[in-house]
């Protein structure tokens, strides 16, 4: 599965933004999609993801109320829209995808820049 994520941008604080990524090369609705990040100095952290079977999404504490993870198995793509960015959400975000029943998460984006301003 080949994974591009695009939309990253630099935002003022507050502002809202949409992630994409666009999946080729595997079935697509065959797989759980999520979204990870890396802050400059840091470990990548995930985010959000969506799961194959029922569209069921799981979200991180700090994101949760203000990202949307969503998906569209016709387009093979799936989306991360953000809202209310703060400072702290300025990252390399990452696609990834896991095939349904493996926990591990095998395949990777190369990263979309997120830049959030005070």
């Known amino acids: 599965v080949q994974l591009v994520e695009s939309g990253g941008r630099l935002v003022q604080a507050g502002g809202s933004l949409t992630l994409s990524c666009a999946a080729s090369?595997?079935?697509?609705?065959?797989?759980?999609m999520g979204w990870f990040r890396q802050a400059p100095g840091k470990g990548r952290e995930f985010v959000a993801a969506?799961?194959?079977?029922?569209?069921?999404?799981t979200y991180a504490d700090s994101v949760k109320g203000r990202f949307t993870i969503s998906r569209d198995n016709a387009e093979n793509m799936v989306y991360l829209q953000m809202n209310s960015l703060k400072p702290e959400d300025t990252a390399l975000y990452y696609c990834?995808?896991?095939?349904?029943?493996?926990?591990?998460?095998?395949?990777w984006g190369q990263g979309t820049q997120v830049t959030v301003s005070s």
């Open positions: 990834a995808a896991r095939y349904r029943g493996i926990i591990r998460y095998d395949f």
């Open positions: 090369g595997g079935t697509f609705s065959s797989y759980d």
């Open positions: 969506i799961a194959w079977s029922d569209s069921g999404t």
